[in-house]
């Protein structure tokens, strides 16, 4: 059963999502007129849909199918006796190189994708990747990762309407189209904000979904601090969309504290150990 603090988050986002994907419509509806209501309402309808297609392929267009013989065939047997204990689908596996030890999921039940990074595989021991893997099944049966990728997608939506309303609505003046994009920007990061207060929290519950079903907490701790250190001083090769899915994130810059995507390691490892 999906954690009820996740639930309660996912509906309070959900809803704001919501209206604020309406009120798109409504600002649609402004700009092309009312008899355009078929080419709106097939806009708000596919959209969505599309990206998420498209941000799956994004995430998995560089990794390979995961092959089912050698060293891998373990990871195929611990992926689906995991899937089969959350009672979810068994998800693709594949496998990329990431430059740094790390792992991700994507897709929804019955469309899930778990990508596993060479790194990773070669660091871990057998019990901490069955720690990682339990995770990222977690982020499937949770279904946030699709409320994430659902979430980016209405933000950049929101800010295409805030732009045209300001750019036909506003002030005629040469640098208009300029303030009106500063404004989408902003609109979008305000809708990120919303959207992380689901993906910081969703990582302490796929961090307590897989201490549950690997029977402790200690594998998969012990297997976030070998990530850690070993990212340091080392580029990763996953962009900053699909590093919003991946187990460990360093999240470096100015505005990493306010856009974390992900809690502090210290503390996901001090509460599996607790």
């Given amino acids: 059963m999906t954690d009820f603090g996740l639930r309660v988050r996912m509906a309070v986002v959900g809803s704001l999502l919501a209206a604020l994907y309406f009120a798109v419509g409504i600002v649609g509806l402004a700009v092309l007129g009312t008899g355009a209501w078929p080419i709106v309402a097939l806009l708000l309808l596919t959209f969505p849909v599309l990206q998420y297609k498209f941000g799956t392929w994004m995430a998995t267009r560089k990794a390979e199918e995961m092959p089912n013989e050698g060293g891998y065939a373990e990871i195929h047997r611990m992926t689906e006796s995991l899937a089969r204990d959350m009672g979810i689908p068994k998800p693709r596996l594949m496998v990329m190189s990431m430059g740094v030890p790390n792992a991700y999921a994507t897709g929804r039940k019955g469309d899930g994708v778990v990508v596993v990074s060479e790194e990773l595989i070669r660091l871990l021991r057998r019990d901490e990747l069955e720690g990682v893997i339990a995770h990222e099944l977690a982020h499937i049966k949770n279904r946030d990762v699709l409320m994430m990728t659902v979430g980016s997608s209405i933000g950049m939506m929101v800010g295409w309407a805030v732009y045209f309303v ?77 590093a919003a899915l991946c187990i460990f ?26």
Avoid: C
Avoid at 202 to 224: C, F, K, N, S, T
Avoid at 251 to 270: D, N, Q, V, W, Y
């Fill in 249 to 274: 994130n360093s999240e470096r810059g100015l505005l990493a504290s306010a856009f974390a995507t992900h809690p502090p390691t210290e503390k996901r490892i001090e509460r599996l150990r607790s």
């Fill in 166 to 242: 300001y750019v036909f609505v506003g002030e005629d003046n040469p640098g208009g189209f300029l303030v009106g994009w500063a404004l989408s920007i902003v609109a979008q990061m305000l809708v990120t904000v919303l959207v992380m207060a689901i993906s910081r929290y969703r990582e302490y519950v796929a961090d307590d979904d897989a201490r549950r079903h690997i029977g402790g907490g200690d594998p998969l701790a012990r297997a976030l601090e070998k990530i850690s250190s070993g990212s340091e001083g080392r580029d990763s090769a996953v962009d900053d969309a699909t």
